[in-house]
């Protein structure tokens, strides 16, 4: 990597950030565009001394990332209209010094669901109702399908679903999956080490359901393997890591991501992961 004076830094912040693949998919992609760009992370725990660094050192562009996509919104001098009514931001670009937050998680779980299947219409059930249940259930509204949030806490499964006027449920209401043209499991059930943990029994599945698991540590966790198993079309969660890490290289770069470099980077290091 050659840097000099024109050098622009972009970041991850967030706590904690030393698992993030953000930093090796960033810099594959400047390397391949021969961008003049290097990206790093950095563990913040306090969110506002961070804003003021990032202004006064001119960071170009930041990933944001758990605890902080809620509570950056209030140091943003412009919302994109998806990220304000989502009400997260995981991606920011300064400007010289104008901060505007924009939400790409929603974006990128779209772009990859769309690889496979198309949205209207169809009738889909999330699986979880946290940050990232949050982001695609508004970009699945708006695409205009019908919703159907389980989650354990019933509760915060009801205020999602009366957000984006989809019906809603616990898990003990999973029986629903088999009128469903299309699952997408939020949680973080699967994700190693428990990687042989599912909330989905396998006889729920049925082989024309399209099916979405957002985690991807392992890459193929045991909701993807049972699905594959039945005949369903699956998505691994990666994608969605993927294409919005390549919506944040095109509004940082102002280039078109080479996303295949990306994806490709993205994959070797899952599987040195595990
Ligand atoms: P994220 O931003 O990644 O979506 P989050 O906002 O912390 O993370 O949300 C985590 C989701 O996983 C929630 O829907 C949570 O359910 P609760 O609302 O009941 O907490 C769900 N979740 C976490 N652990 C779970 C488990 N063991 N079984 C079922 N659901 C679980």
Redesign the pocket.
């Known amino acids: 990597m050659n840097t000099n004076t024109n050098t622009q830094l972009c970041c991850i912040i967030g706590d904690p950030v030393e698992h993030s693949l953000s930093p090796v998919i960033h810099n594959a992609a400047y390397e391949a565009m021969h961008a003049n760009f290097v990206y790093l992370a950095f563990r913040v725990t306090n969110i506002q001394p961070a804003i003021d660094g990032i202004k006064s050192l001119g960071i170009r562009g930041i990933s944001v990332t758990?605890p902080h996509?809620v509570s950056v919104i209030k140091y943003m001098d412009a919302l994109d209209p998806t990220a304000k009514a989502i009400g997260a931001v995981n991606t920011i670009v300064n400007n010289n010094g104008k901060l505007t937050g924009y939400n790409t998680d929603y974006s990128g779980a779209l772009a990859a669901l769309e690889e496979k299947t198309t949205l209207a219409g169809k009738r889909v059930v999330i699986?979880?109702?946290?940050?990232?249940?949050?982001a695609i259930a508004f970009g699945l509204k708006k695409k205009g399908a019908q919703l159907t949030i389980l989650?354990?806490?019933r509760e915060?499964?009801a205020i999602l679903a009366q957000e984006v006027l989809a019906n809603y449920g616990d898990?003990s209401e999973l029986t629903i999956i088999q009128n469903a043209d299309i699952l997408i499991h939020?949680?973080?059930?699967g994700l190693a080490p428990k990687q042989h943990?599912t909330?989905v029994p396998k006889e729920y599945l049925r082989k024309d359901l399209v099916v979405f698991d957002?985690v991807y540590n392992p890459k193929e966790t045991q909701l993807l393997k049972d699905a594959k198993e039945v005949g369903c079309k699956i998505i691994y969660g990666y994608k969605m890591l993927l294409y919005q890490a390549a919506l944040q290289f095109e509004l940082f770069t102002e280039t078109k991501p080479p996303v295949s470099i990306m994806e490709k980077v993205l994959v070797e290091n899952l599987k040195s992961k595990i």
């Open positions: 758990v996509k699986l979880g109702a946290g940050g990232t249940s949050r989650n354990r806490t915060k499964a898990l939020t949680t973080t059930t943990e909330l957002i």
